[in-house]
């Protein structure tokens, strides 16, 4: 990337790890979306959340404490 963006060649699980705590947006295969507190992801892309809600179709649907994702189910995660 020419404007040498901070993301340029860094490997997806070292910027997961680096954003542990901060809140997130993590959208299913399913169109389910889920925004929390990213808690812990691990090398399957299994993730835990905190302050979790979840959103189908753009409306809220469900407030969660915590959430667990499989992560087979995950189509991307992106930092808010």
């Known amino acids: 990337m020419e404007n040498g963006a901070p993301s340029e060649g860094k490997d ?5 790890t680096e ?4 809140p997130v947006t993590v959208k299913l295969n399913s169109g389910i979306v889920y925004k929390g507190e990213l808690q812990s992801v691990d090398g399957y892309m299994n993730i835990a959340l905190d302050k979790t809600e979840e959103f189908v179709d753009g409306q809220p649907t469900r407030k969660y404490g915590e959430a667990f994702v499989r992560g ?6 992106c930092a808010d």
């Open 12 to 16: 997806p699980s070292g910027f997961l």
């Open 72 to 77: 087979n189910n995950v189509m991307y995660i």
């Open 19 to 22: 954003i542990i705590g901060a």
